[in-house]
């Protein structure tokens, strides 16, 4: 992609101390989940769940921004458009040019008990086969996915039994190139919200598409305390 690009994908340095979060944007997620020092990186991204270990006594407020995930045809034409949106709302983004490259990636995140800390863009030529490897991570039936020897098992989910299955992904937004797409696209998000378990919003353009990221951005925010150490 260039130097360019490559500069503003994520930078995969995470912080050592370990953050506990105290308020969600969710009233009906979980109330106190802790975030993992090593939050994002490509090949194994841990979530955020419930933990039994004992809580600092020091806590400094503070706000994570979710980070985005692009499942694209052409991600240079996404870079290019929505740079300014990700700058501003989201805590960097990682690029996928495949489905399959995405499904994998997302097979090795946690899964199950976690509060979701990331909002999928795609294109409407990746949105089904995206929506289907959600759902698969989800329900751990993925025999419905094509076959891919690099595909890694999904992890147990963590959390308990009780625990609704949550994965990484949290929102989706799907830009579609032309208006004769929209009616096939809407009709088919009410199907694949309802699979998924994800609010999935359609963007005709790019405006509209920065509109939407820097909605579902604000929907993600997680607002989390850090211990003083």
Same mark, same amino acid.
């Given at each position: 992609?260039?130097?360019?690009?490559a500069?503003?994908?994520?930078d995969?340095? &995470? #912080?050592? !101390?370990?953050?506990?979060l =105290?308020?969600?944007?969710?009233?009906?997620?979980?109330?106190? &989940?802790?975030?993992?020092?090593?939050? $994002?990186? #490509? +090949?194994? !991204?841990r979530?955020?769940?419930? !933990?039994?270990?004992?809580?600092?006594?020091?806590?400094? =407020?503070?706000?994570?921004r %979710?980070?985005?995930?692009?499942?694209?045809?052409?991600?240079?034409?996404?870079?290019?458009?929505?740079?300014?949106?990700?700058?501003?709302?989201f805590? $960097?983004?990682?690029?996928?040019?495949?489905?399959?490259?995405?499904?994998?990636?997302?097979?090795?995140?946690?899964?199950?008990g976690?509060? %979701?800390?990331?909002?999928?863009?795609?294109?409407?030529l990746?949105?089904? #086969?995206?929506?289907a +490897?959600i759902a698969?991570?989800?329900?751990?039936?993925?025999g !419905?996915?094509?076959?891919?020897?690099?595909?890694?098992?999904? %992890?147990?989910?963590?959390? $308990?039994? +009780?625990c609704?299955?949550?994965? =990484?992904? $949290?929102?989706?937004?799907?830009?579609?190139?032309?208006? *004769? *797409?929209? %009616?096939? +696209?809407?009709?088919?998000?009410?199907?694949?919200?309802?699979?998924?378990?994800? #609010?999935?919003?359609?963007?005709?353009?790019?405006?509209?598409?920065?509109?939407c990221? =820097?909605?579902?951005?604000e929907?993600?925010?997680?607002?989390?305390?850090?211990?003083?150490?």
């Amino acid at each position: 992609f260039g130097s360019s690009l490559a500069a503003a994908l994520l930078d995969l340095e &995470a #912080p050592a !101390s370990c953050r506990v979060l =105290a308020m969600l944007s969710d009233a009906s997620a979980l109330s106190l &989940a802790f975030l993992p020092s090593h939050l $994002g990186a #490509p +090949a194994v !991204s841990r979530g955020w769940h419930m !933990s039994p270990g004992s809580l600092p006594r020091a806590l400094s =407020a503070e706000t994570i921004r %979710p980070r985005l995930i692009v499942c694209h045809g052409d991600l240079m034409h996404v870079y290019r458009s929505q740079a300014s949106i990700i700058n501003q709302e989201f805590d $960097g983004a990682l690029y996928f040019h495949t489905v399959p490259s995405f499904t994998r990636w997302l097979f090795t995140q946690e899964r199950g008990g976690i509060i %979701p800390w990331c909002v999928l863009l795609t294109g409407w030529l990746e949105a089904k #086969p995206c929506a289907a +490897a959600i759902a698969a991570a989800r329900t751990g039936k993925h025999g !419905s996915l094509r076959t891919d020897a690099k595909r890694p098992e999904l %992890p147990e989910p963590v959390g $308990g039994d +009780a625990c609704e299955v949550r994965v =990484a992904v $949290g929102r989706m937004l799907v830009l579609i190139s032309s208006k *004769q *797409q929209k %009616p096939a +696209a809407v009709e088919w998000c009410h199907a694949a919200t309802a699979s998924t378990g994800l #609010p999935i919003l359609i963007a005709s353009n790019d405006s509209k598409a920065t509109e939407c990221l =820097a909605s579902l951005a604000e929907e993600m925010i997680i607002r989390v305390t850090r211990a003083s150490l």
